[in-house]
């Protein structure tokens, strides 16, 4: 059952507002710092949030001021809420893991804000981190029954041989993966990523989100991969061969296509970001939606431009669908209508001219600066919130504030 709250800690918790914007990226430095003496618990992150950027610590910064702003009316949370209960359940995060973050979270705002973190202060905010706890639980329950009781669905890791690697681009590899078992798998939604457990010699083990670049076939999915500079996970599993097993957890994600699109379909992406575009666009075409779609991509050139033949060939003898290919610096000898449609950027005055936006579902996905000028363009120029969809690789930070 979920706990109530009470008005008493609304009243606490909000008060407390000014206080988070001053302090709160230290609290949740000191949080991060208390949890991560537990290494099952380290084990849980993605270290590679936690780096000289600060995403992660930024991204919880913000949840939690958002949290605070807005804790008499909850349902004003509720697309962040099912974000975060989406990426839990990719982790694997379970009910007994919540405690060790209430006991960092009240430590580190006692630790931070000192005689102004009274007793009364520290218990409304325990009220609270467990009002939403409860609702995440709840949530990432019902995720992981529905995992478990599809058809080809599982819990926890499962493992994937990777049956085939095939090069993309001069940095992005895709690779086919299919159950050691034998069985069937979980049909996902397009958009959606897996959760990977890696194992990689002389580090700690290091959890990976990767969107499924296919639509569903039953046997297995692929999945698109970008060798990031230094990164470690990417690098290694850019090194790894047809045979290597992976440890797999079931499909998730809120980043979806619309079971039945009844609106032109709009798919934006730049670099990476095109993967979960793909898988949409397969889905598209096997489905034989009767809309309008617009595909459209921007890398930095030829040498980039991932699976650009196999997008190309799914639009083949289609009127309804376009595609538009952006190279921002073209190669010598790359031509415009071979290689590319158009040089530079996708600008927000070519976006709004050459797409529906009165009717069309915007979905976008590509790095950030690309996907903070995009969901920005669309708002301003009046599309609905609930016709922008996107994905970011890593913590939504500042762009859920966009």
Request: glycine share 8%.
């Amino acid at each position: 059952m979920t706990r109530s709250i009470s008005p008493r800690t609304v009243e606490l918790v909000k008060a407390t507002v000014p206080a988070l914007e001053a302090h709160g990226l230290d609290i949740v430095h000191e949080m991060y710092a208390r949890l991560f003496q537990n290494p099952d618990i380290r084990a849980l992150f993605n270290q590679s949030n936690q780096g000289p950027s600060d995403a992660q610590p930024r991204a919880l910064t913000g949840a939690i001021l958002a949290y605070a702003s807005n804790i008499e009316n909850i349902a004003a949370l509720a697309p962040a809420v099912e974000r975060i209960a989406q990426k839990h359940v990719g982790l694997q995060i379970l009910p007994e893991h919540y405690p060790h973050v209430a006991d960092a979270l009240l430590g580190a705002i006692s630790h931070v804000l000192g005689d102004s973190a009274t007793e009364e202060v520290l218990a409304a905010w325990g009220e609270a981190y467990w009002f939403l706890a409860d609702i995440l639980i709840a949530r990432e329950k019902r995720i992981y029954d529905q995992q478990a009781s599809a058809e080809g669905g599982w819990s926890g890791w499962r493992d994937f041989r990777i049956v085939e690697v095939i090069p993309e681009s001069s940095v992005i590899r895709s690779f086919i993966l299919h159950p050691v078992d034998g069985g069937p798998v979980m049909a996902h939604k397009a958009g959606q990523y897996l959760t990977f457990w890696f194992e990689i010699p002389g580090h700690p083990p290091v959890k990976r989100n990767y969107s499924i670049s296919s639509a569903v076939d039953g046997k297995g999915y692929r999945i698109s991969v970008k060798r990031e500079p230094m990164g470690l996970a990417s690098g290694w599993l850019h090194e790894q061969p047809a045979g290597t097993v992976l440890k797999v957890a079931a499909p998730a994600g809120e980043f979806v296509l619309a079971d039945q699109p009844q609106r032109p379909v709009v798919l934006l992406s730049g670099g990476v970001g095109l993967t979960p575009m793909v898988a949409m666009l397969e889905t598209l075409v096997a489905q034989n939606a009767q809309v309008p779609v617009h595909y459209i991509h921007g890398t930095h050139d030829r040498n980039t431009h991932a699976m650009r033949d196999h997008v190309r060939g799914l639009a083949a003898g289609r009127d309804d669908i376009r595609i538009t290919d952006f190279h921002q610096t073209p190669l010598p000898g790359e031509a415009a209508g071979r290689d590319y449609d158009m040089e530079g950027l996708i600008t927000e005055e070519w976006l709004l001219e050459n797409t529906p936006s009165a009717q069309a579902d915007y979905y976008i996905c590509g790095p950030r600066p690309f996907l903070r000028a995009a969901v920005l363009a669309l708002s301003l120029a009046g599309v609905a919130s609930d016709r922008i969809h996107y994905e970011f690789f890593g913590p939504a930070d500042e762009l859920l504030a966009a």
